[in-house]
């Protein structure tokens, strides 16, 4: 499992511990990354994402994860979420129909 966020792409940065006498040393910037269910209101059931803590304030902030997934564009979100995407864009059609 790579440290990569699924739904926003987030992941390891690299870059330099810098000492008071400016000696450089490479270092790797984690992100803050959880394993976290949220509910999906189109299917009915929790789905489980190994997302950052930035996605899900941004996911909160848009309104539920059911919202922010299918105005999402498909090069941002992983394999994973593009199956999800797609099943709560065919429930959504189900239920409008």
């Known amino acids: 499992m790579t440290r990569c966020c699924e739904v926003t792409g987030k992941s390891v940065m690299t870059g330099n511990n810098v000492s008071h006498a400016h000696n450089k040393t490479r270092r790797r910037?984690?992100?803050?990354?959880?394993?976290?269910?949220?509910?999906?209101?189109a299917l009915g059931k929790m789905v489980r994402l190994r997302i950052s803590s930035q996605a899900l304030?941004?996911?909160?902030?848009?309104?539920?994860?059911?919202?922010?997934?299918?105005?999402?564009?498909?090069?941002?979100?992983?394999?994973?979420?593009?199956?999800?995407?797609?099943?709560?864009?065919?429930?959504?059609?189900?239920t409008a129909a």
């Open 29 to 41: 910037f984690l992100p803050n990354l959880q394993v976290t269910s949220l509910f999906s209101e």
């Open 57 to 94: 304030r941004t996911i909160e902030h848009k309104g539920g994860f059911d919202v922010f997934l299918v105005a999402a564009k498909d090069v941002q979100l992983s394999d994973n979420m593009r199956r999800v995407k797609k099943r709560i864009k065919k429930a959504l059609a189900k």
